[in-house]
């Protein structure tokens, strides 16, 4: 089955506390990203990357920071999580860049809370 | 300004209601709209594409694009308690172009009421 998968899938954390959200994709896309969805902000790209070992900060890169040394993976790294960080965080993927007309792929998102 | 404005709701209907979800853009560089539906604990999935002005039907949803007016409109008819959902707009420029990142709107709460 095509997939985008997310782990974990909720987390709890303490300012300051390195943590890693793992995306993994089997559908051999090129192109991956994050979002963060707040209330009345709405769905918001904190990274994204064209191919392996090519990443670019998106609308709202500070205070995270991502890897792409294999095509199927994409972490999400908070160095150094701050409360302002507590958010629902989606992955998606895409055949290509992911605009135009091309279909974003959204795994099932991870839920954090920065205490 | 948003670049994409999207009435929050909540939106409350009973079952079998035609709804109406808009969004209104300012870019007039976006030629590719999508609409996006986000059940509750889930990632956004696409539901309907269409590209430049016009409409687009699909069973029970119509999609529509009014380019002059910069307003996008997703139409359900016969809607079901099983449409309950967040809608989520979506829409980017040319592909290759400078506006080709997905811009999304902030979501419609839908509640269909049985």
């Known amino acids: 089955e095509a997939q985008v998968t997310q782990n974990p899938r909720y987390l709890i954390t303490v300012t300051g506390k390195k943590l890693t959200v793992t995306c993994s994709q089997n559908m051999n896309h090129e192109y991956m990203s994050w979002y963060r969805q707040d209330p009345g902000l709405g769905l918001r790209q904190i990274y994204y990357?064209?191919?392996?070992?090519?990443?670019d900060k998106g609308d709202v890169p500070e205070g995270y920071k991502v890897s792409r040394k294999e095509k199927r993976n994409f972490p999400l790294i908070l160095e150094s999580p701050s409360p302002n960080q507590t958010s629902l965080y989606f992955c998606?993927?895409?055949?290509?860049?992911?605009?135009?007309?091309?279909?974003?792929?959204f795994g099932p998102g991870t839920r954090l809370l920065v205490l | 300004q948003k670049e994409v404005e999207q009435d929050p709701g909540p939106l409350s209907v009973p079952e079998g209601a035609i709804v109406s979800l808009n969004c209104t853009y300012s870019n007039s560089a976006f030629q590719y709209f999508m609409w996006y539906r986000q059940y509750s604990r889930k990632g956004p999935e696409l539901l309907m594409y269409t590209y430049s002005s016009g409409n687009k039907e699909d069973g029970r949803f119509t999609a529509q694009v009014d380019k002059s007016s910069k307003y996008i409109s997703l139409f359900i008819r016969d809607s079901q308690p099983s449409d309950s959902a967040t809608y989520l707009c979506a829409m980017s420029g040319p592909y290759g172009g400078a506006t080709n990142k997905l811009i999304f709107g902030t979501g419609t709460l839908l509640a269909v009421q049985p």
């Open positions: 998606a993927s895409s055949l290509s860049r992911g605009g135009g007309r091309e279909t974003q792929y």
């Open positions: 990357s064209m191919n392996v070992e090519v990443t």
